[in-house]
């Protein structure tokens, strides 16, 4: 099929370019069928292949020979290149070169689609193809020819799937405009940004973008099958295009990682455009196998010298300034590849400089130009048409005064499809030199440099130095001069045509007083010991380079890279014996003093007294205590992405998708003697999306957090946050706790059906908000429910019953006392705050004798977080339950372990101390239900994944790391580069969860009154 | 408890008609406490102690080893194996200013303006704030009420916590006007953005001038009865001949320094840094200045990445050590209903390496001494108010943390709230049930 494609392809491709069909108005008309040679050139025919001192010939936008030995056509233009060099031009794949500027639209529906005949989400635009918003923009052209592109595959980025792309030549033939169009439809693009075209407010988050995808591959195979009996104008396109590549547009190593996931499950393998920070991750960049598309965007070093705004700059930016322009070699390394892109780039025109800094860094020339040429020719399978230099390929080529990534170079011209686009003069006459300059009787001696095309110029009058300006460009020199000192405003201005090298320029001065009169510029006679003293010069440069690059201080890359990171990513469980303890099991036993707990293989081997074990490391835990790792029900720590609030229900969503193992609030949850949470979904619809249950492994890659085999859950949240009380327009359903309640019914109904349906054999359209629904119905997934009063919660256990299934959790829960009993009875748990109330109206009768309460009636009950803060130090929330409400010791420490595991459904595993169980584990200063209690070992499957000595021997390290980068930033800015303004970063608030909730409504900022 | 004795239900039944506690009338009779150990609040301890005010006034802190008292006209607390605590005391709070965060209605602690001194906390102060009575369970019967927002947010007053109206509650009116020195960044986006970010704000230097010529022009019209006629000016003047303390907020370590000059020429005498998240790094700076600190909630998470993950928890230790008078605060998220967790807090800094007796001055004496109220309370010494309370255990500790008794000038207040009858009702109603 793809074979067919190409070949097809390459048909259309070859009758453009065959014959002129278009008629002119601009008299005769003129066609440049005239062969052209290129001789006497370096050709770099790809990356991997030099021609010297070769001969290349085109016709008609076409390569008509190349090589040594090529016999030039009588009737062609010759130019010889004095061993100048020939590249193939450069390929940008991401890029929105001549698309029509799309307005925001302003009004329409908020939750539905504008568009009629299309599928049901206004993010989903396969049917947009580039060609139709398409009109060629020169200036943007120019500065791509300018940094050597020939060609861009462009598209319309706009929406989660974007459409088609087509591949445009950068410069316009006026005798055929078609000609610029190459190809017009190359790819289909994807993104993870909503379109502006609609107001549909479904996706509103990464998670939700991830299951839309989903969901449209799911419905365009249901469409392919015949069985949509509606027309559905966006899923044909889809479906037409599903042979063409897929690029999707992820902007970050972790998107990176979530695109792929996505293409897995429906075999589509997507080619990448990244953030540049995937060195972060290689070893799970590198198992996409997917081809990456990259920028160059390498930050700017910090400015530091104010040393107070220096402690405004995180390490991890630091060390991201660092390894950003390390990033493509990184790849390169573990053999990735990617094609480069120009696109977050602020012009084009950045590149070289950026691809240089690349190249400093380590990047191999070759694999810096194959990113530019080869590899975007074969992503877009058009490896026989441009990209390298071939017979029969487009005479796409630059010519360039040396190594086209050379500072020094330059590049002269930019031929596309064998036109020709002069860049920079490349024959201008030599003029460098010391000169006399006479005019009015003065005499001033003046030096003229030429450093690849830059010229300068000193001038000196009496030996005092003046200021000076030079330019010369099309023949044309222009200069001023200060007319006394380099200080003085008065500028005498000169201006000569300069046909050919000449010992004498002559030409007109502007005086400063407005006079003219013309100069005289005489030569002098060159001394030979100025070349070597320019070799000298050069060489010493090249010392002092070298001599810097040696002297930088190069950070190591921590998982994750950032403060408190740690050197592998999967460290291996210890074998460990911990000696002498005291264990609160959160057993039957109780608390078992002066015992012993040998770990092997990530699980707690053996408690008792007086164990040994020759291979175990000791620990000492005289006068300490051991428990389980403690479990928090309800976290949003460690998520990209907190809430889906375009739906009232969001079931196909999945925290699974969002995990960000790049949170320091992990490291700080382990400190606070955490080992799992559950991950939860915000609270802004009724039906939320499925929770992901996690380890807090500290430096583990997302899906290395995820606990294996999880079981399922989901959030439902109900009351104040899903009514939109205390924000919103007042127009989504519900707005009632009456109308709560008929959601759920309906969507429960509508599972149900969709269930008899699926059950009977005949066909169904697959449909992940159903499945999910589904599970629920059959308990296989099970819910935990943000509620508060009374009213809403008993409604849900009646949902529940009249659709045959337990509501398995109620989180938050603030008023669960008043209806523990019918908890019980229906066998729901509690997960709820130790002491929290009156930030808004329907906690007002929460009170901290809530988990108490619940707890004596049988309900299983645990303490929950949901809070970066408090989660550092759910042992205190669990102990307020002996203050408020007398629980006894042992039954409040399981409220923070062994309850919320039996919540999870994960109690077989976790939550207490008990042989057989994961060695999650933490040894604790002092008994941990003490507000004097400091975790000083947190471990998780055996290993130690915090600890208090190597916590302080990480913060003296940081310091040290820290100090050897800012001064890495001051020798940055000393030596010239370009710095930016430190700005205070605290991206993940202290309450992010509660931002996304707006959303998530616990601690909503509208509480700030603000 | 499944047999709940009928005098009780019957008493439930009396305050639930009540929106709050029944403020407790004035002391009549001489209250004398045995055996407890008491702490202080000025870092000393006695075991086995006898402690005994009349009319509102401690008369007796000793030893009971050491002193015999004629109790025969008292009523004696038989306390032992029990502790007693001067009453904590919330600085830089909005307790009675707010009843319920996402209710409109119920606030009032942000007044429009940038400048305004005149603003003043304490009519607004809503004594029967069910927030505000479930602070005295854990031992919090001392509050300064504060106004929140813009450049001065206004005038503050320090109130105990069992009072009929503000007048009656009244400890110290008008204390000290409250300085939010301008963020060198603020909060760019969106405020549900979850990825809130900060950019500089160009406008510091501008907001920092306007600070000073504000405070000059203050200071310019000092004894001058024209200034009266200017409500903010006139507010000020309390500033100047020291009367009133000005509390500058703040917590960035160049920002201190900017606030800490801007004292030094103003020639301003009783200043209280509030926050101070940084103020570590400019310990001897403040010293210098002789400027206390309330430190910013001890359970917080630190500022930057990089930072210490207990900094937070160890800050009011690294000031204390490096010679600073330091007080907790609590203000942010939800710091109404969180002004009762202020003896936790004070613990979490005995866990970070402070000594117990010197974490329980953080919430205590100290507090007294920067609000200027330490003649009058913070500690139990002879002539203070006998404002203070019994806990079972270390009320540092969750664990310990339970009142049996509690003390405002005497007056023996109710240690009952909303939250304790309900718990009370649902309790009975399960007891019922089985």
């Not at chain 1, 830059?454 to 010369?472: N, P, T, V």
């Not at chain 2, 310990?283 to 210098?288: N, T």
């Amino acid at each position: 099929m793809r074979k067919l494609f190409l070949l097809i392809l390459f048909c259309f491709s070859a009758s453009l370019w065959s014959q002129d069909y278009f008629p002119t108005n601009l008299g005769v008309k003129i066609t440049d069928s005239n062969p052209v040679a290129f001789t006497e050139a370096i050709i770099h025919v790809n990356a991997n292949e030099t021609i010297e001192n070769a001969t290349l010939v085109i016709q008609k936008g076409k390569i008509l020979a190349i090589g040594k030995s090529v016999e030039i056509p009588e009737n062609a233009i010759v130019f010889n290149l004095n061993g100048k060099h020939i590249y193939p031009s450069f390929i940008d794949l991401y890029s929105n070169f001549g698309m029509q500027d799309i307005k925001r639209v302003s009004s329409g529906a908020q939750y539905e689609a504008n568009r009629k005949g299309y599928y049901w989400n206004d993010h989903i635009r396969p049917e947009q193809h580039a060609v139709d918003y398409f009109n060629f923009d020169e200036k943007s052209a120019k500065n791509l020819r300018e940094a050597g592109f020939g060609m861009v595959n462009t598209h319309l980025q706009d929406g989660v799937i974007r459409g088609t792309s087509m591949l445009v030549a950068l410069t316009e033939d006026e005798s055929n405009t078609n000609k610029t169009i190459v190809n017009n439809k190359t790819a289909q693009y994807l993104g993870f940004s909503r379109s502006k075209q609609t107001r549909q407010s479904y996706p509103s988050s990464i998670m939700g973008m991830t299951a839309l995808l989903r969901q449209t591959y799911n419905d365009a195979n249901w469409y392919a099958k015949g069985n949509m009996s509606e027309k559905d104008l966006a899923l044909e396109a889809l479906l037409e295009q599903r042979n063409l590549p897929q690029i999707i547009h992820a902007g970050d190593y972790l998107n990176v990682l979530r695109a792929d996931n996505v293409g897995d499950l429906f075999n589509i393998q997507y080619t990448i455009v990244g953030g540049g920070d995937e060195y972060k991750r290689i070893n799970e960049i590198k198992a996409t196998n997917a081809r990456l598309i990259l920028p160059v965007n390498f930050p700017d070093a910090y400015d530091v010298e104010d040393p107070f705004m220096a402690n405004y700059v995180s390490l991890e930016e630091m060390k991201h300034w660092q390894h950003a322009p390390r990033n493509l070699q990184h790849l390169a390394e573990a053999g990735i590849e990617f094609a480069i892109t120009s696109a977050e780039l602020k012009s084009p025109k950045a590149l070289h400089k950026k691809i240089q800094i690349a190249i400093e860094k380590g990047l191999d020339e070759k694999i810096a130009l194959r990113a530019l040429t080869e590899v975007p020719a074969q992503i877009l399978g058009m490896e026989n048409q441009v990209g390298s230099l071939k017979n029969g390929m487009a005479a796409n080529f630059i010519i360039t005064s040396g190594n086209v990534f050379d500072k020094e170079s330059n590049i002269y011209e930019n031929w596309i499809q064998g036109k020709r686009n002069i860049i920079k003069d490349d024959d201008l006459p030599k003029i460098e030199g010391d000169y006399t300059l006479n005019f009015q009787n003065k005499k001033i001696e003046i030096n003229i440099k030429n450093k690849s095309g830059k010229y300068s110029l000193e001038a000196k009058k009496d030996s005092l130095k003046l200021g000076a300006k030079i330019a010369f460009e099309k023949n044309w020199l222009n200069f001023m001069l200060t007319e006394s000192d380099s200080a003085s405003t008065k500028m005498n201005r000169f201006s000569a045509y300069v046909p050919d090298a000449s010992t004498e320029i002559k030409g007109k001065v502007i005086l400063f007083n407005g006079d003219e009169t013309s100069f005289i510029a005489s030569k002098k006679e060159t001394e030979k010991n100025e070349k070597t003293d320019n070799l000298d010069k050069t060489e010493k440069d090249k010392a002092s380079e070298n001599k810097t690059e040696n002297d930088t201080y190069v950070s190591e890359i921590t998982f994750p890279n950032i403060a408190f990171g740690k050197t592998s990513p999967k460290p291996n469980p210890e074998r460990i014996l911990i000696k002498n303890t005291t264990i609160i099991t959160g057993e039957d036993v109780g608390t078992l003093k002066n015992a012993d707990v040998l770990l092997r293989d990530g699980k707690i081997y053996k408690i008792g007294r007086s164990l040994s074990d020759k291979k175990a490391k000791i620990i000492d835990g005289t006068d300490k205590f051991l428990t389980a790792g403690i479990i928090d029900e309800h976290s949003h720590i460690a998520a990209s992405s907190v809430n889906e609030g375009g739906h009232n229900s969001s079931a196909e969503v999945t925290m699974e998708d969002v995990v960000n193992p790049d949170d320091i609030s992990i490291y700080r949850a382990l400190a606070g003697g955490v080992t799992t949470t559950q991950l939860l979904h915000g609270s802004a619809n009724p039906i939320g999306g499925r929770s992901a249950i996690l380890k807090m492994k500290w430096g583990a890659s997302p899906k290395d957090m995820i606990y294996e085999d999880s079981p399922k859950f989901i959030k439902f949240a109900l009351g104040e946050n899903v009514k939109q009380s205390n924000w919103g327009s007042r127009t989504r359903f519900p707005q009632t706790r009456m109308g709560v309640e008929q959601v759920f019914i309906d969507y429960f109904s509508r599972a149900k059906a969709y269930g008899e349906l699926k059950a009977s054999g005949k066909p169904y359209r697959f449909d992940d908000e159903m499945e999910t629904l589904l599970e629920i119905l059959n308990g296989e997934r099970f819910i935990s429910c943000h509620s508060y009063v009374q009213s809403e919660i008993n409604m849900l256990m009646k949902v529940a019953d009249q659709f045959g299934f337990t509501v398995n959790t109620f989180t938050h829960i603030l008023e669960g006392y008043k209806v523990a009993d019918k908890m019980k009875a229906h066998g729901a748990g509690g997960s709820t705050f130790s002491d929290w109330w009156a930030y808004k109206y329907e906690v007002n009768d929460a009170i901290p004798y809530n988990a108490a309460l619940m707890h004596n009636e049988g309900v299983v009950t645990a303490i929950n977080s949901d809070d970066g803060e408090m989660i550092r130090r759910l042992n205190q929330e669990a102990a307020k339950s002996m203050k408020y409400g007398r629980m006894n010791a042992d039954d409040a420490w399981k409220m923070v372990t062994l309850n919320p595991a039996k919540l999870l459904h994960i109690d077989h595993r976790v939550g207490s101390v008990k042989e057989g169980k994961e060695a999650d584990l933490v040894l604790w200063t002092h008994n941990p239900l003490s507000i004097y209690a400091k975790a000083e070992k947190t471990l998780i499957g055996g290993v130690i994944y915090f600890d208090l000595e190597e916590d302080k021997k990480q913060r003296k390290a940081l310091k040290e790391e820290r100090a050897k980068l800012i001064a890495e930033l001051l020798k940055a800015k000393n030596s010239g580069m370009k710095t930016q303004a430190v700005v205070k970063k605290k991206e993940r608030e202290l309450h992010c969860n509660s931002m996304d909730s707006f959303l998530d409504g616990e601690f909503t900022e509208t509480q700030h009154h603000h | 408890m499944k047999f709940i004795p009928l005098y009780i239900c019957a008493f439930l039944v009396g305050i639930l008609s009540y929106a709050q506690q029944t403020p407790a009338p004035a002391q009549s009779q001489e209250i004398i406490i045995i055996g407890a150990t008491a702490h202080l609040g000025n870092g000393e301890v006695i075991e086995n102690s006898v402690i005994a005010f009349k009319s509102g006034k401690l008369t007796v802190v000793a030893s009971a080893e050491e002193k015999n008292l004629d109790a025969s006209n008292a009523q004696v607390i038989y306390a032992e194996d029990k502790h007693v605590y001067p009453g904590f005391i919330a600085p830089n709070s909005t307790l009675g200013l707010v009843e319920i965060d996402a209710v409109r209605a119920s606030d009032d602690e942000d007044e429009v303006g940038s400048f305004l001194p005149h603003i003043r906390s304490i009519i607004a102060y809503n004594t029967e704030s069910k927030v505000v009575e479930s602070m005295r369970p854990n031992g919090v019967l001392l509050a300064q009420v504060t106004p929140r927002g813009g450049q001065i947010s206004g005038t503050s007053s320090i109130v105990q916590l069992d009072a009929w109206n503000w007048e009656d509650a009244i400890v110290k009116k008008d204390d000290g006007i409250h300085l939010n020195w301008p963020k060198r960044f603020v909060k760019k986006g969106a405020w549900y953005d979850p990825k809130v970010g900060y950019k500089a704000d160009e406008k510091y230097d501008e907001k920092v001038q306007e600070i000073y010529s504000f405070f000059k022009q203050a200071k310019a019209f000092a004894n001058q009865p024209e200034a009266l006629l200017n409500l903010p000016i006139g507010a000020m003047q309390k500033l100047f001949n020291e009367e009133q303390k000005l509390y500058i907020h703040t917590d960035a370590e160049k920002d201190i320094l900017d606030a800490l000059h801007f004292k030094s020429e103003l020639g301003l005498k009783n200043v209280v840094l509030v926050g101070g998240k940084y103020a570590h790094k400019v310990a001897d700076q403040l010293i210098e200045h002789q400027v206390p600190v309330l430190v910013a909630r001890v359970h917080e998470t630190p500022e930057a990445d990089d930072d210490d993950y207990d900094l937070p928890y160890k800050l009011p230790r690294l000031l204390h050590e490096a010679g600073v008078l330091v007080g907790l605060e609590n203000s942010g998220q939800m710091e109404r209903m969180n002004a009762r967790n202020l003896p936790f807090y004070a613990g979490t800094v005995v866990a970070h390496g402070l000594e117990k007796e010197e974490a329980l001055q953080l919430i205590t004496l100290n507090t007294a001494k920067i609000l200027g109220i330490d003649k009058q309370v913070g500690s139990l010494e002879v002539g203070k108010d006998a404002t203070l309370f019994i806990s079972e255990g270390d009320a540092l500790d969750m664990m310990g943390n339970i009142l049996t008794h509690a003390f405002i000038n005497g007056r023996e207040i109710s240690l009952e709230t909303h939250q304790t009858e309900l718990y009370e009702r649902y309790k009975k109603k399960y007891a019922e049930q089985k």
